[in-house]
């Protein structure tokens, strides 16, 4: 039964308060109309406790802009929500990605995640294809979906708010991934739940690496928030040869520095008793925060994102298939995700509201109980990658 406005409401009490439930809630289907983001459909989600998110249809049914009670969470870049045909996917080297980088949630995938690489092509039986050529994060993330529904679902008392779409990642002598994506909310809830299935549809045998690029900002990030996170090793530093220079260390956060290079790290997360892994930013001066959830089977892999450079100011939790050191890496010991015909992938994801100093706490005690975190803010990278069991 959904609580709004301090009150928890029938379906028939809901009702009788209003003609129609997007008077308190609802999913509302747009498109925008200007400059790089002009054509862009767009699906706003209203809980009716504050929290309004934008789901970009025609950017992979990614999260774009994520409020709660008019404070913002996810991270808008100077690029914008950029129209996915304005996109040079091998632009500057591979690293036009950032020029269509913006947003809550950026997805990676779906053959290929974090810098560019060159593959051998032999398992596409193509002989003109000697290589698969992948700029960062791969193509997904900028290919519109085929909207195949949204609404409300009410189930008694309760009503979820939802959207279904399919991805198609595809080419002629190559991969032909789709990317299933669902996402819930209930009404009156403060959490966002997505659903997420990779089905390789083609028959050449393909590569599948994902990872989502979760990128949280002001006021959530300010100076002083901490990112709280069951950290039981430290694996990769990308910075360790200047890991103090910037005085900003992996937990604790700065103001907006001027020239700051972006930081990294991977850490080894430890999952609680059924087998979560929830990584939450904390700004414990205001009372506001914000929590990952997912499953360690499907994201044994877990980065940390600093770009505190002005005007880029953000933090991004990273649930990775697989190590930081990339493709080749993966390939060499074993780890490489490949699907057959019909084969699928699975994940599940919680992105969870943290709107007041009590929910802030409770996070973080539920966190530390799983395992604590290293008090360093410059911990020693191990350089132990654990094995990433389950590739075929």
């Avoid at 008793?273 to 930013?281: E, F, L, T, W």
């Avoid at 015909?341 to 599940?348: I, T, V």
């Amino acid at each position: 039964m959904p609580q709004l406005y301090g009150e928890r409401m029938s379906r028939r009490e809901l009702s009788a308060r209003s003609g129609s439930l997007s008077q308190f809630a609802g999913v509302r289907l747009s498109t925008l109309g200007d400059g790089v983001e002009r054509g862009v459909r767009c699906l706003e989600f209203r809980t009716g406790s504050g929290l309004r998110f934008t789901v970009l249809v025609d950017r992979a049914m990614d999260i774009a802009d994520c409020e709660h009670n008019g404070r913002a969470i996810g991270w808008h870049s100077p690029s914008g929500f950029r129209n996915a045909g304005l996109h040079e996917y091998e632009g500057e080297g591979g690293l036009g990605w950032f020029r269509s980088m913006s947003g809550l949630l950026i997805t990676c995938g779906l053959d290929h995640t974090l810098f560019m690489h060159d593959d051998p092509a032999g398992h596409y039986f193509y002989g003109p294809r000697e290589k698969v050529s992948s700029s960062l994060h791969g193509r997904i993330g900028t290919i519109p979906a085929r909207l195949t529904g949204y609404g409300e679902s009410w189930n008694g008392d309760d009503c979820v708010l939802w959207a279904e779409g399919v991805v198609q990642q595809s080419t002629v002598f190559g991969e032909d991934l789709h990317l299933i994506r669902r996402i819930e909310a209930d009404v009156g809830g403060d959490e966002i739940r997505l659903i997420d299935r990779v089905v390789n549809h083609g028959f050449y045998r393909t590569p599948h690496m994902y990872c989502y690029h979760i990128n949280v900002s002001h006021p959530v990030v300010a100076e002083g928030s901490r990112y709280v996170a069951p950290i039981r090793d430290v694996i990769w530093a990308a910075h360790t040869d200047s890991y103090r220079d910037q005085n900003t260390g992996y937990r604790t956060f700065p103001a907006p520095i001027v020239n700051f290079h972006e930081q990294v790290w991977q850490h080894d997360m430890a999952p609680d008793s059924d087998g979560k892994v929830s990584v939450a930013v904390v700004n414990e001066a205001i009372g506001f925060g914000f929590e990952v959830e997912t499953r360690k089977d499907q994201f044994p892999a877990m980065f940390e994102w600093q770009n505190f450079h002005a005007g880029h100011y953000a933090v991004g939790i990273e649930p990775s298939t697989n190590h930081v050191l990339g493709k080749a890496f993966a390939r060499d010991r074993g780890e490489l995700i490949w699907l057959e015909h019909g084969d699928e992938r699975r994940y599940d994801s919680v992105f969870r509201i943290l709107p007041d100093a009590g929910a802030v706490a409770d996070a973080v005690s539920r966190i530390e109980g799983v395992a604590s975190q290293p008090d360093d803010e410059y911990p020693a990278p191990s350089g132990n990658y654990p094995k990433i069991a389950g590739a075929k």
